[in-house]
């Protein structure tokens, strides 16, 4: 790692704070990052010096910021291993690309009788717009079973993938159990059967290596602001071939090639799916949040995460009265630990955390048909990053214990 941790902590200023009186320990990481400097400077640099449209201007502050937003596609192009940037489109995040997938793609080819399969842990973002796009085409949304340790059961997954699959689309990282889902051998089981994969890679681009190539994933989408961007900004990537195919979404000004009064052609890709003005400092910034990520190198980030994750995960499974969802090996388990304390409303815990400075999230957390298939309305989960050490592991079980015997006994 080209930097040490204590170099890389001092690249995020909003960690250097008190809440409530405490140090923070942000824990939230699965929900959105933080950002360093050097994000932030990116977007003060557009904003100052290059603030202009993209694409259409002839002048040289037009000409600077399409450069600008063009490098940044190259950059998500290679950090995801696509094979042009003609394969990269960039949305306001990951709802947003799996919706494109859903309005355009699937209008085209779910008819009745087809079938879409997702699976018990999927997103709302990842379970909706199929769910959806099954109820008006009449056709068969099927989910794959869980293991008991909270895995993607890949036996029940050969069964409900069939030669009616047009669609298959799972997350490659779950947002509540931490597990890694096998996009590469799901996506030779549709092919198989000739359907096309779906990865939502929300929770995966953030923290481990992604080659879109090596995985044959047909669609990835992630957020930049789960990756160290700005919110607002996300990706879209589709084989070439495919996006080729599929009509636009949205129509408008910079996706036009020409326009007649009764008729309208289009530009070539990507830009065929960008119409309006595009988050041209979002794009910036993501650019940037990619350049901090490859100099640290993400296998680095990946390590780093395990290392924390291996350190804390028996401590957690230590606390009496703590349950940990999703697998107990600490090396089937990325950063993503949700947990309920017996009694206690996840709600409670997460507000009695906060009070000893230390942030997670509590809730369903947009997974819904997964809390009722844990048969619990709502979990807490902290999420650790490359800037979380084993310290703020450490105040993250201090704090769940001294939570746990003020509500025992009103006393910490």
């Known amino acids: 790692m080209a930097k040490s941790l204590n170099q890389i902590r001092k690249d995020f200023p909003i960690l250097d704070q008190k809440v409530n009186d405490e140090d923070l320990v942000y824990l939230d990481n699965a929900a959105t990052t933080q950002k360093p400097r050097a994000v932030v400077e990116a977007l003060a640099h557009y904003y100052y010096t290059d603030n202009a449209n993209v694409h259409r201007g002839v002048h040289t502050l037009a000409e600077r910021a399409t450069a600008d937003f063009e490098a940044a596609r190259e950059k998500v192009r290679a950090f995801i291993n696509a094979r042009s940037t003609t394969e990269v489109l960039f949305t306001r ?3 947003t690309s799996l919706n494109w997938v859903a309005a355009s793609y699937g209008e085209k080819v779910i008819g009745a009788g087809d079938e879409i399969v997702i699976s018990y842990m999927e997103h709302h973002s990842n379970l909706v717009p199929w769910q959806q796009l099954a109820l008006r085409k009449k056709a068969t949304l099927k989910y794959i079973k869980m293991t008991a340790d909270g895995h993607l059961d890949m036996t029940d997954a050969a069964e409900q993938i069939t030669d009616k699959t047009k669609i298959v689309a799972i997350a490659q990282v779950s947002n509540v159990l931490g597990v890694v889902n096998p996009i590469k051998a799901l996506a030779k089981l549709a092919h198989e ?8 890679g929300a929770q995966s681009l953030p923290n481990m290596p992604v080659d879109v190539q090596e995985l044959d994933c047909d669609f990835l989408a992630f957020s930049g602001h ?26 408008g000004g910079e996706m036009i090639d020409f326009v007649d009064l009764f008729q309208s052609s289009w530009k070539e ?22 350049d901090y990520l490859s100099a640290i190198g993400m296998a680095n980030v990946q390590a780093h995460e395990q290392e924390l994750v291996n350190y804390v995960l028996p401590k957690l499974l230590a606390i009496d009265d703590l349950t940990v969802y999703g697998p107990h090996d600490p090396a089937q388990h990325t950063g993503v630990i949700a947990f309920n304390l017996n009694g206690l409303h996840p709600h409670d815990l997460a507000t009695g955390l906060d009070m000893e400075g230390v942030a997670v999230r509590a809730g369903h957390h947009c997974a819904q048909p997964l809390m009722n298939y844990l048969k619990v309305p709502a979990t807490a989960r902290a999420s650790f990053y490359l800037y979380n ?9 201090e704090a769940i214990v001294a939570t746990k015997e003020f509500f025992k006994h009103g006393t910490v």
């Open 93 to 95: 995040g990951t709802t």
């Open 193 to 200: 059967h000739g359907a096309i994969m779906v990865a939502d």
């Open 226 to 251: 789960k990756m160290l961007g700005p919110t607002g900004i996300g990706v879209l990537y589709g084989k070439e071939a495919i996006l080729n195919e599929m009509p636009p979404i949205e129509f």
């Open 269 to 290: 890709l990507p830009w065929k799916f960008e119409a309006g003005t595009p988050d041209i400092s979002g794009a910036i910034g993501l650019g940037a949040a990619i």
């Open 389 to 397: 050490t084993k310290a703020d592991a450490d105040r993250l079980v």
